[in-house]
């Protein structure tokens, strides 16, 4: 998943350019054959917040400015490890207006795990 | 995070574009091989003292290129292709086109099967020699053999660089695919010993299957293959209870079924069938694993369509294992007795013999037409040929049920 701010939302709307070069990427991740799924989001003016607390619900519409990380894309890979995970990450390329890029790489529950679960 | 491992991710990422690159420049794949193996031992040296560098696939082409450089220098090799060496600036790890020229000299016709599978793992799977010989449940020894064996039986061939020429891709193509599909058996289903399922070897044949996509993707029978290892492996959670022992479709908790697979098994079947080329052997067998996939429940199953697809398996690859198959799908079409009238004509074919399944197949069929003692003999003497322990186990106990 990329993040940026909230704030910088209207910053970092695809242009055709970084469409063509994150393209590339993950062009470079398919012909390693560890791409399952790819996908980019919309931006969050078109997106809502359902919130539970207190056992109501709540539904908050975007833009979610204050928003200090808004995920704009995910990836799912098999790959053999964390390690190789990270280092598929760092040759994502960055958007040249915002300057900087995040991927948060979260593993999948396997089976083990979840039978290794307490009751 | 550790520096090795750190070292190990980056070479299973990059070795096989590394050793294109290397096998391009000094002409050998075996030369090529061990200068990147050098680069590799150098990296897990260097980098944990050093950090890992910023560009770690540049750093091991450019240490295996001065090797390789150095090499040429001490035995003085004057061939005007070598003195291009050194004025090649490096440029990046292999091309598609090389790395492909890798995988189809690593297949080549003239290695046998099992060489094939082993210099594959090596060179395009990056594996070492102890990982392979895991996977394929022999001596490292044997394996370290068979790779050096290999290197000298394609160096001896002259077995060119390159990606084969349109008249003979077909059956170059099918002996890759060949070799992908059973590394992924092995990983699907152990031949021998207890263990039933080996996950890491199945999903490196998917990673090559898909890496193969990605470089042939006109060639509708690649994406046919990958569909079907997906959809098979899908499947992985649910074909073990919890005693180990093997469940069979039918019983299987769907829900266990992984979705990103099949989501992905599914998308490249229909990219195979995108291509409007003939479809193949391994796209039609995606196709009908397609079928289980898509039903929520086994009663939901299209056999209809199975027996269909696989009506049109019989007619592109006519093996007994195939008819076997296409069986189960007359059961559910036509009934036992439709059924039990097609295994028997099989039953003549010597290569059903040992064949475990066919016995037990055949025992399934007696057992639903109320023929249990006959029922039973089967079900023992599949038992009796039974690969795995839990098989036979499984097998004993039909056969065991049949006559209480």
Not at chain 1, 10 to 19: C, G, I, S, W
Not at chain 2, 46 to 65: F, H, S, Y
Not at chain 2, 80 to 96: I, M, N
Not at chain 2, 326 to 336: F, Q, S
Request: aromatic share 6%; with cysteine; glycine share 8%.
């Amino acid at each position: 998943m990329i993040k940026g701010t909230g704030a910088d939302e209207d910053k970092v709307a695809p242009t055709r350019e970084m469409l063509t070069i994150m393209g590339e990427y993950n062009d470079k991740l398919i012909k390693a054959g560890i791409l399952l799924d790819a996908a980019g989001l919309r931006p969050s003016s078109e997106a809502k917040q359902v919130v539970l607390e207190g056992g109501t619900t709540s539904v908050v519409d975007g833009p979610f400015t204050e928003s200090k990380e808004i995920v704009a894309g995910y990836w799912i890979w098999q790959v053999d490890s964390m390690e190789e995970a990270v280092e598929w990450a760092r040759q994502c390329p960055i958007d040249p207006l915002l300057g900087r890029g995040l991927l948060e790489i979260r593993p999948y529950w396997d089976e083990t795990q979840i039978e290794a679960l307490p009751a | 995070m550790d520096a090795r491992r750190t070292v190990e991710a980056v070479w299973r990422m990059h070795s096989a574009r590394l050793v294109a690159a290397l096998t391009r420049l000094v002409h050998d794949v075996g030369l090529a091989e061990d200068f990147a193996q050098d680069a590799y031992l150098a990296a897990l040296e260097q980098w944990p003292r050093e950090g890992v560098p910023d560009q770690p696939a540049g750093w091991l082409l450019t240490t295996a290129r001065r090797r390789a450089i150095d090499m040429i220098r001490r035995e003085k090799l004057q061939d005007q292709k070598y003195a291009l060496l050194a004025a090649d600036d490096g440029g990046g790890t292999g091309t598609d086109s090389e790395l492909l020229s890798l995988v189809f000299v690593a297949c080549h016709p003239v290695l046998s099967q099992e060489s094939r599978a082993a210099l594959t793992l090596r060179l395009v799977g990056g594996l070492s020699t102890e990982e392979i010989a895991r996977a394929f449940l022999v001596p490292p020894a044997t394996i370290g053999q068979r790779i050096s064996r290999a290197k000298r039986t394609l160096a001896e061939a002259e077995v060119p660089f390159a990606v084969p020429d349109p008249d003979e891709l077909p059956a170059r193509l099918s002996a890759v695919l060949e070799v992908v599909y059973l590394i992924f058996t092995e990983g699907h289903s152990a031949t021998s010993g207890d263990r039933w399922i080996r996950r890491d070897l199945a999903e490196r044949a998917m990673r090559l299957g898909r890496m193969l996509a990605g470089l042939m993707p006109t060639e509708p029978e690649v994406y046919g293959l990958v569909a079907l290892m997906e959809l098979q492996a899908s499947r992985f959670a649910a074909r073990t209870g919890p005693g180990g022992h093997p469940v069979l479709l039918e019983d299987q908790d769907r829900g266990r079924w992984d979705r990103t697979l099949i989501a992905h098994g599914l998308g490249a079947l229909s990219r195979a069938r995108g291509l409007r080329k003939p479809l193949g052997p391994y796209t039609v067998q995606a196709a009908i694993a397609a079928c289980h996939a898509r039903a929520p429940r086994f009663a939901d199953t299209d056999w209809t369509a199975i027996l269909a697809l696989y009506d049109a398996l019989t007619q592109l690859a006519p093996s007994p294992v195939v008819r076997l198959n296409r069986v189960v799908a007359v059961l559910h079409v036509d009934g036992p007795q439709a059924a039990l009238d097609a295994v028997d004509e099989l039953r003549d074919d010597p290569r059903l013999g040992r064949y475990h399944l066919f016995g037990a197949v055949r025992g399934d069929l007696l057992l639903r037409l109320g023929r249990f003692a006959e029922a039973a003999d089967e079900l023992e003497r599949a038992a009796g040929l039974a690969p795995t322990r839990q098989e036979r186990t499984l097998l004993m106990e039909r056969a065991a049920a049949a006559t209480r």
